[in-house]
């Protein structure tokens, strides 16, 4: 067989497909992954791999050198490459070492697959922003997040602690005209209201017993950005009249200064209370929520958009797969049913705790029930909590053959199951 029959054998194959020298050099690169690319395989034949693809493991756990060196075909999650284009898009990879007669490894054979339909949303800008999901819940708060980032408007976003109140104000700020500009955080309930008035207005040199040096308050250091900031429900009646006015008027003064300055910043507000039960017992100020108020975006918690975990989840193994150096390709089937029917009080904070828990301590490149944290496998033993990971689970499933219309062969792809798995869990 001649070289060009190998070749157009190689070019039908439905997926990117390319071969790597011993030094990461292109030998190879067939027509779909120059489809997927961009790139054309007589632009990049000789350049290094993570030249072209820059993924996300390139730099500390690339899966062709560890293919090579293990000598051993490796599989990787869901990760970002980049095309010509410099767009983001999701592959699944898996890397084969290619060896002579001798054994001895003369470079690899990398095959990815477009992962694009599975993950709609999961890998677009939003994911580059640290927010992870496609349930309708989400795309309702992405869809807010981009009509009022294109405003200048105070922004208020409620949620339970963990939800990604943090993450919704960078991105705010980050789609916005103000991007190239800080965009500066505070605690409020970090601080007494005198540290505080400080930490935000700045202070004069001798204002109080220890201020030997004057001090730019973040109002200051925002201006022209945005400024964010957190557990707003724990300011004291007396500093939510200063906030008041700096709303109001764009205008304070420094502790120990009378000389008024004017600022111009983006003020976005997150609490994990409920501001207007606040109003209604005296403790916060009608008159500053209506300000505050202007646009509310509320963050469901991953009770509400199970749908979101399996993304979520996979987000975090590409982190950790980044982090440490003993890459993981996916959870079981168990230990994700386990999570399914766990409510999540820490919302997404304490699943990413539970995945790098789980992470450390797995000995195979799956997490498995028993890498998870004991509080979640103490829960498991109990009889009625494998009947509501059943039950959730089904629940899960029927959701997404809703979703599908029906279709089992999409809905196993989404589930990131085997339509033979799915026919057995649906009898």
């Known amino acids: ?94 890397a084969t070492p290619l060896s002579d007669k001798h054994k001895n490894i003369r470079g690899c054979l990398g095959i990815f697959s477009d992962q694009r339909e599975m993950y709609p949303t999961y890998f677009g800008k939003f994911h580059e922003l640290g927010l992870i999901g496609s349930s309708p ?21 409620l949620g339970k602690t963990g939800t990604g109140k943090e993450l919704v104000a960078n991105a705010i700020h980050k789609l916005s005209a103000r991007k190239t500009k800080p965009f500066v955080k505070v605690n409020c309930a970090a601080l007494s209201d005198n540290l505080l008035e400080s930490e935000l207005f700045g202070h004069e040199r001798g204002a109080f017993t220890g201020a030997f040096e ?3 308050g973040r109002f200051e250091l925002a201006n022209e950005g945005t400024i964010f900031l957190d557990e707003i429900s724990e300011i004291s009646p007396r500093f939510q009249a200063k906030l008041l006015r700096i709303i109001q008027e764009g205008e304070f003064e ?39 108020n202007v646009f509310p975006i509320y963050l469901p918690e991953i009770k509400e958009r199970k749908e979101d975990l399996k993304p979520l989840i996979t987000h975090f193994l590409n982190e950790f797969n980044m982090k440490f150096d003993k890459p993981k390709s996916h959870i079981s089937e168990e230990a994700f049913a386990l999570l399914q029917a766990y409510e999540f009080p820490g919302n997404v904070r304490e699943l990413r705790n539970i995945i790098e828990h789980a992470y450390i301590k797995a000995r195979s490149n799956i997490l498995k029930k028993e890498d998870l944290p004991d509080y979640l496998k103490k829960q498991s033993a109990n009889s009625n909590l494998n009947q509501l990971v059943w039950e959730k689970e089904q629940e899960h499933i029927q959701k997404v053959l809703k979703q599908c219309n029906g279709n089992k062969t999409k809905a196993a792809k989404i589930l990131g199951i085997s339509r033979k798995t799915l026919y057995n869990k649906l009898k």
């Open 1 to 94: 067989m001649s070289q060009f029959d190998y070749e157009s054998m190689l070019n039908s194959i439905p997926d990117g497909l390319f071969v790597i020298d011993p030094e990461h050099k292109i030998i190879f690169f067939n027509e779909n992954a120059s489809h997927l690319t961009g790139w054309k395989a007589k632009d990049i034949l000789g350049k290094r791999c993570y030249e072209v693809l820059q993924s996300s493991l390139c730099a500390n756990n690339c899966p062709a050198k560890k293919a090579m060196l293990e000598k051993t075909q490796v599989y990787s999650s869901p990760i970002l490459i980049m095309t010509k284009k410099q767009k983001s898009i999701p592959i699944q990879l898996s």
């Open 137 to 157: 819940l989400m795309k309702e708060v992405f869809q807010l997040i981009e009509i009022v980032a294109e405003t200048d408007s105070n922004v208020l976003i």
């Open 214 to 216: 004057k001090r730019i």
């Open 254 to 292: 420094k502790v120990g200064s009378s000389q008024t300055q004017k600022t111009n910043v983006r003020i976005i507000v997150a609490s994990n209370k409920n501001l207007e039960n606040l109003v209604k017992k005296n403790l916060f100020r009608d008159d500053l929520f209506y300000r505050l």
